[in-house]
């Protein structure tokens, strides 16, 4: 049985910095691309980051590109993403989630899912 568990979210103020953590378990996790994606109250869910399942491509949506980072560490398993310069339009739940083509921004895409984590950035 395939899991995620995403971890690390939190109550920040505005401009800190916060790591999520997405441990997977229950598939081949070198062979999968991997995506982070939010959902605000009352929003769809947007794309925020894409890693190959190399480590060796990126994608960034616009409004994250340069702020966040996405990296993976194949021997643990897990993904992560790092957020600097948080704003109030970052609060979110923050997904993690395996699958997809090269590249892929779109949700529909994605075969497996977490639960997601609260991020609430706020002064």
């Known amino acids: 049985q395939v899991q995620l568990v995403e971890s690390g979210g939190g109550f920040l103020q505005p401009g800190a910095s916060l790591r999520l953590s997405c441990a997977a378990s229950g598939l081949i996790f070198s062979s999968w691309n991997m995506g982070w994606f939010r959902q605000a109250p009352g929003k769809e869910r947007e794309f925020v980051a894409f890693v190959s399942w190399s480590g060796g491509m990126t994608r960034y949506a616009d409004s994250v590109n340069g702020r966040f980072t996405i990296s993976r560490e194949n021997a643990k398993n897990t993904v992560y993403l790092q957020m600097n310069s948080l704003k109030p339009e970052d609060t979110a739940i923050y997904f993690c989630?395996?699958?997809?083509?090269?590249?892929?921004?779109?949700?529909?895409?994605?075969?497996?899912w977490g639960q997601g984590t609260q991020v609430t950035v706020s002064s």
């Open positions: 989630a395996a699958g997809g083509i090269v590249g892929s921004r779109t949700p529909s895409e994605y075969n497996y």
